[in-house]
């Protein structure tokens, strides 16, 4: 039962290079969300996606991409890694938006 | 934004105390949901409960307890006979029906429980 699964756990990047983060769900969850998590500041909405072929911004999406092809899968893109993205990134699934959110194990991301 | 506050950002407590972790929520809907996260030391996001506007009724789950008022747009957390193993961040989130509203979250209390 694999859940919310999340690749890689720690990455680091130099200023400049792009990468993706991989989430992938075995739920079939519709709702799946991105978060980053910084000290003193919570969980933070990045994008998320209520469906396939639906994303939308949330709360600081500036830096990333997304694209929802799959029910199952929820990549996010950093085009040009800044030091500013330095951070814990968690996906989530959920059956929908306002139901108990299932997270990934996290990526620690080192922007240098 | 419609925020959610956790005003206690760090809470020390001897084990075996009771604790509790309050949250404040925002909200123009009359239909919303409430949550609490736990995050161990191990880094995972652990979910605790879920409460829609309409159930008032306080729940209690072994030493875990939660207090919803919407009167003061509250939805506490209590521990009792606190243990070593609830040392962790606990965050507090809303959700509105419409899906196209995002989920907020709480900036998370830390909770450190001392032997």
């Known amino acids: 039962n694999a859940g919310v699964t999340q690749t890689p756990k720690f990455q680091v990047l130099k200023t400049g290079q792009s990468m993706t983060l991989q989430c992938a769900q075995d739920?079939?969850?519709?709702?799946m969300s991105w978060y980053r998590q910084d000290p003193g500041m919570g969980l933070r909405l990045i994008h998320y996606s209520v469906g396939a072929g639906i994303t939308d911004q949330g709360e600081v999406p500036n830096g990333y991409n997304v694209s929802r092809s799959t029910t199952e899968d929820f990549p996010l893109r950093l085009l040009s890694a800044a030091p500013s993205q330095t951070s814990v990134y968690f996906c989530?699934?959920?059956?929908?938006?306002?139901?108990?959110?299932?997270f990934g194990q996290g990526t620690r991301l080192t922007v240098v | 934004a419609q925020k959610v506050t956790q005003a206690q950002t760090e809470i020390s407590v001897v084990e075996k105390e009771d604790v509790t972790l309050d949250c404040v929520y925002e909200t123009r809907d009359t239909t919303y949901y409430l949550f609490w996260y736990k995050q161990p030391p191990s880094g995972e996001l652990v979910f605790l409960i879920r409460?829609?506007?309409?159930?008032?009724q306080n729940e209690i789950s072994g030493r875990y307890s939660w207090n919803f008022q919407k009167s003061t747009s509250s939805f506490n957390f209590t521990i009792t006979a606190s243990q070593v193993v609830d040392s962790a961040v606990y965050f507090c989130?809303?959700?509105?029906?419409?899906?196209?509203?995002?989920?907020?979250f709480g900036k998370g209390t830390r909770l450190h429980i001392l032997p």
């Open positions: 409460r829609n506007s309409f159930d008032e």
């Open positions: 989130a809303r959700a509105a029906p419409n899906r196209d509203d995002k989920i907020i």
């Open positions: 739920m079939n969850h519709e709702y």
């Open positions: 989530a699934s959920s059956y929908s938006h306002n139901t108990e959110a299932f």
